[in-house]
């Protein structure tokens, strides 16, 4: 696994930290977690993204394997983390961020564990979770009752596609400008 990177602005500790954490093929350049990145440096964000490579590891590595990642990067910035942003395999933070009073952008959250969902549950306004009609992975949120924000792309799989590239591109657009207007909300 890589060590975390670093871009945004370094100067002095009043700028807020967002860490993005991939999926297991999903990586940060990929456009769900690229533009968000590119979005938050704009507003003024440092950003530390986390890469890794998760085939190696067991359903009971995982989430041990994340939450340490995510500290890695926590202190890779003096400790400070303000917002997560998260895709699929990454998602497994959210128990974390919860128990830390952290927001959260979940992207294709895995609510098929257990943890995951009960996180979910218990989560604030500060926290985001967007997922794919048609992903099995987000059905769990039908009907779910949380302060979280729930966002589903109808039709949607885990990746967020649709039937076609341009409606992949219009639902891609609507789940970036929900993030952004989740980001701008955190105040």
């Given at each position: 696994m890589s060590s975390p990177t670093s871009s945004g602005p370094s100067t002095g500790t009043s700028c807020p930290v967002a860490v993005l954490l991939p999926g297991t093929g999903y990586g940060v350049k990929a456009p769900l977690l690229y533009w968000p990145a590119l979005m938050l440096r704009q507003l003024g964000w440092r950003v530390e993204t986390v890469e890794w490579d998760a085939r190696d590891l067991t359903a009971d590595d995982s989430r041990p394997v994340v939450e340490e990642r995510l500290q890695d990067a926590a202190e890779a910035v003096?400790?400070?983390?303000?917002?997560?942003?998260?895709?699929?395999?990454?998602?497994?933070?959210?128990?974390?961020?919860?128990?830390?009073?952290?927001?959260?952008?979940?992207?294709?959250?895995?609510?098929?564990?257990?943890?995951?969902?009960d996180s979910l549950t218990r989560a604030s306004s500060s926290h985001l979770a967007v997922g794919g009609g048609a992903d099995s992975m987000w059905q769990p949120a039908r009907g779910l009752e949380t302060?979280?924000?729930?966002?589903?792309?109808?039709?949607?799989?885990?990746?967020?596609?649709?039937?076609?590239?341009?409606?992949?591109?219009?639902?891609?657009?609507?789940?970036?400008?929900?993030?952004?207007?989740?980001?701008?909300?955190?105040?």
């Amino acid at each position: 696994m890589s060590s975390p990177t670093s871009s945004g602005p370094s100067t002095g500790t009043s700028c807020p930290v967002a860490v993005l954490l991939p999926g297991t093929g999903y990586g940060v350049k990929a456009p769900l977690l690229y533009w968000p990145a590119l979005m938050l440096r704009q507003l003024g964000w440092r950003v530390e993204t986390v890469e890794w490579d998760a085939r190696d590891l067991t359903a009971d590595d995982s989430r041990p394997v994340v939450e340490e990642r995510l500290q890695d990067a926590a202190e890779a910035v003096g400790g400070r983390v303000d917002l997560v942003l998260a895709k699929s395999f990454g998602t497994l933070a959210l128990p974390w961020a919860v128990e830390h009073g952290v927001a959260g952008v979940w992207l294709t959250p895995v609510l098929t564990e257990p943890v995951v969902l009960d996180s979910l549950t218990r989560a604030s306004s500060s926290h985001l979770a967007v997922g794919g009609g048609a992903d099995s992975m987000w059905q769990p949120a039908r009907g779910l009752e949380t302060h979280a924000g729930l966002v589903t792309v109808d039709g949607a799989d885990h990746g967020l596609l649709v039937d076609d590239w341009a409606t992949s591109f219009d639902a891609h657009r609507a789940v970036l400008t929900a993030i952004e207007t989740h980001i701008k909300g955190l105040g």
